[in-house]
T-cell receptor, first 112, second 113 residues
Framework: ETGVTQSPTHLIKTRGQQVTLRCSSQ?????VSWYQQALGQGPQFIFQ???????GRGNFPPRFSGLQFPNYSSELNVNALELDDSALYLC???????????FGSGTRLTVV | SQELEQSPQSLIVQEGKNLTINCTSS?????LYWYKQKYGEGLIFLMM?????EEKSHEKITAKLDEKKQQSSLHITASQPSHAGIYLC?????????????FGKGTKLSVKP
C-alpha cells in the first residue's frame, strides 16, 4: 500500500506565473485536502475534494483552484502567483469522517 | 471561527525526561488529531481523539482529551532524540462532518542527548 505522493518536491516560480501541484492519494482514499503551510505556522486549509466534488473551502481567493480525478489523484492550481504564496503545500487523503489523514511530504513553492 | 492554541511554542528537554504539550480550543472539539512533522516535511499521524475523557497511547506517547472536549494534552515519557520535531494538534472544523482540519501553530520539540 503506497502512501500519499506529491510532485514536484520543490519549485521556483516568478510572480504572476501559474503553477500546478500534483497529489496521488493513498490507495482506497476518496477524500483529499490541500493545505498551505507558511514558515513557522500550522497548515491552513485550502479546500477539500470528496469523490471529485469540492467539499469545503478555506479562506483562499479563487485563484486557488483544484481538481480531483476518478482515480482520486488531485491537482492544486494557483494563478497569478504572489510572493506570499511561497510556502509548503501539503495534500492529505483519508477514507473520510473519523479517520486520520495521511499527508504527503509536500511541495515547497518559492515565488520570486 | 475555531482556533487552536498550543503551548509551549518550543521545548528543549534532556533525553530521558518526560514532557507535556497542550492544545486548547476556542470551541468544542468534535475530533482532535495529533501529528508530528519533521522540519519542512509532511505530517505523520499520531492519534485521534473524539470522546470526552478519552485517552490513547502509542509507544511512549499518550494523548488525552478533557471531559469538556476543549483541551487536549500530549505526553511523552522518557523522551528520545527520535521524538524531536514539531507537534501539531488539528481539529475537525466542520462539527464532525467530512470537513477541514484547523491546526495550531505547533510546538517545536528538541531533545538533547
Amino acid at each position: 500500500e503506497t502512501g500519499v505522493t506529491q510532485s514536484p518536491t520543490h519549485l521556483i516560480k516568478t510572480r504572476g506565473q501559474q503553477v500546478t501541484l500534483r497529489c496521488s492519494s493513498q490507495s482506497g482514499h476518496n477524500t483529499v485536502s490541500w493545505y498551505q503551510q507558511a514558515l513557522g505556522q500550522g497548515p491552513q486549509f485550502i479546500f477539500q475534494y470528496y469523490r471529485e466534488e469540492e467539499n469545503g473551502r478555506g479562506n483562499f481567493p479563487p485563484r486557488f483552484s483544484g481538481l480531483q480525478f476518478p482515480n482520486y489523484s488531485s491537482e492544486l492550481n494557483v494563478n497569478a502567483l504572489e510572493l506570499d504564496d511561497s510556502a509548503l503545500y501539503l495534500c492529505a487523503s483519508s477514507f473520510g469522517q473519523f479517520y486520520g489523514y495521511t499527508f504527503g511530504s509536500g511541495t515547497r513553492l518559492t515565488v520570486v | 471561527s475555531q482556533e487552536l492554541e498550543q503551548s509551549p511554542q518550543s521545548l528543549i528537554v534532556q533525553e530521558g525526561k518526560n514532557l507535556t504539550i497542550n492544545c486548547t480550543s476556542s470551541k468544542t472539539l468534535y475530533g482532535l488529531y495529533w501529528y508530528k512533522q519533521k522540519y519542512g516535511e509532511g505530517l505523520i499521524f499520531l492519534m485521534m481523539l473524539q470522546k470526552g475523557g478519552e485517552e490513547k497511547s502509542h509507544e511512549k506517547i499518550t494523548a488525552k482529551l478533557d471531559e469538556k472536549k476543549q483541551q487536549s494534552s500530549l505526553h511523552i515519557t522518557a523522551s528520545q532524540p527520535s521524538h524531536a520535531g514539531i507537534y501539531l494538534c488539528g481539529a475537525d472544523g466542520s462539527g464532525g462532518s467530512q470537513g477541514n482540519l484547523i491546526f495550531g501553530k505547533g510546538t517545536k520539540l528538541s531533545v538533547k542527548p
